[in-house]
């Protein structure tokens, strides 16, 4: 059993091989609703038009929500699976922008697999949660050390606005120190 201490300096040690200033500008940016809605409208449209919206967004976890309506539902009344999977990949995909961005020299990221699982339909507004920040930094400090292609992998899960679980993700993302830095 790990030590709550050890743990807490094992991660800040971690933290600082990385821009702080640059981490907590990314997080700024995510939580400020018209920034985020910004920089969607420029590198994702769709997440723009289907309104994503982070709701929390920290060096270890990330949760992004996305509205239920006409934007996002299927023919049958619930919220299609593509735009639950579209929030889920934003939940686990902004801890390795994020951490991307505050490294040292330059990482590129690549989603490299994507599994999902279905609970039950999804009506109204879900939550996608990401709890993969130390995965992410021990991947991009491997990659950082060696310039070999590092994976790491995100278990994301959605739930309605009753809480209940409705579907369950695994996205695995390639990361590797560019040659160009």
Request: charged fraction near 20%.
């Amino acid at each position: 059993m790990t030590n709550p201490q050890q743990n807490h300096d094992q991660v800040q040690d971690q933290l600082e091989l990385f821009n702080q200033q640059s981490l907590q500008q990314s997080i700024k940016y995510m939580q400020r609703p018209i920034l985020f809605r910004l920089m969607t409208y420029r590198i994702l449209p769709l997440g723009a038009f289907a309104r994503l919206r982070v709701d929390h967004a920290s060096h270890e976890e990330c949760t992004v929500s996305i509205p239920g309506g006409w934007a996002t539902r299927n023919p049958f009344g619930s919220t299609y699976w593509a735009a639950q999977g579209m929030a889920a990949e934003a939940a686990s995909g902004l801890l390795p922008f994020m951490y991307c961005r505050a490294a040292p020299h330059k990482v590129n990221m690549i989603l490299a697999s994507c599994e999902a699982k279905f609970i039950r339909q999804c009506r109204g507004r879900s939550t996608f949660s990401c709890e993969g920040g130390e995965s992410t930094r021990k991947a991009i400090i491997a990659t950082l050390e060696t310039g070999e292609r590092e994976l790491c992998t995100h278990k994301v899960i959605g739930r309605d606005t009753a809480g209940e679980i409705v579907s369950e993700w695994t996205f695995t993302w390639s990361l590797k120190r560019s040659s160009k830095s």
